[in-house]
């Protein structure tokens, strides 16, 4: 193993990280509107936007559960789901970013 | 093999972890840029021999990007290599009809990313 990638490759992971917890915050916001009934297209877009950006990244920077849980939302925007499904699938993604971060 | 790659992503934290995954391989140089523009604009001036697009960019996101590209005649023949997370295979067979030389999915093994680019030139 390359320990001065390692070492550069640390760094960047922590700022993917808090990446993601300023993302947390938008998704906590989409949450609150989920929850009160509201998807329209352009919450759905951004929302799809987070969810693809954190499945891709968070894979890379060996976060399985982000990218997991972002790729299951990811999934879930793309359907004609209830806003109770997709905030569920938020709060899901919130919970690994947290996880993450502490 | 000496090897210019110029990687275009708008997500900062990726563009580095691909940089420092691409120098893993001491012949490869790379350059990063952050938008479509940006890559075009890169690509023109120092013409590498592979280049890696993010697909959902802001702006000028990589399909159009790689439109762009191909319809420079400088830039027409450079290998471009779509790099996007969770793709299925109907649209990655959509980026190669769109003259994409291949599909790299996110999240991508920064260890071994220098590998996969140098196998999808060469094929």
């Known amino acids: ?102 | 093999m000496r090897l210019k790659v110029l990687y275009v992503d708008d997500e900062a934290d990726i563009r580095e972890v691909a940089m420092i995954a691409l120098e893993l391989d001491p012949d490869i140089e790379v350059r990063i840029e952050s938008s479509g523009a940006a890559g075009v604009a890169a690509a023109l001036k120092w013409l590498p021999d592979a280049i890696l697009l993010d697909v959902m960019m802001p702006l000028m996101d990589g399909p159009t990007t790689l439109l762009v590209l191909k319809e420079n005649p400088a830039t027409h023949s450079i290998p471009v290599i779509f790099v996007t997370a969770r793709a299925q295979s109907i649209e990655i067979e959509q980026f190669i009809n769109l003259g994409a030389r291949d599909v790299i999915t996110k999240p991508f093994n920064a260890m071994t990313l220098a590998v996969e680019v140098r196998r999808r030139i060469a094929a």
């Open chain 1, 1 to 102: 193993m390359n320990s001065m990638f390692e070492l550069k490759f640390e760094g960047i992971r922590r700022r993917f990280v808090e990446r993601a917890m300023d993302q947390c915050a938008a998704l906590e916001g989409f949450v609150s509107a989920f929850d009160a009934g509201e998807s329209d297209p352009v919450t759905r877009r951004e929302v799809r936007r987070i969810a693809h950006s954190l499945s891709g990244a968070g894979g890379t920077f060996r976060f399985a559960g982000i990218s997991s849980s972002a790729g299951d939302l990811e999934d879930c925007v793309r359907r004609p789901r209830e806003p109770s499904a997709l905030a569920e699938a938020c709060r899901a993604l919130i919970a690994e970013i947290k996880r993450a971060a502490a």
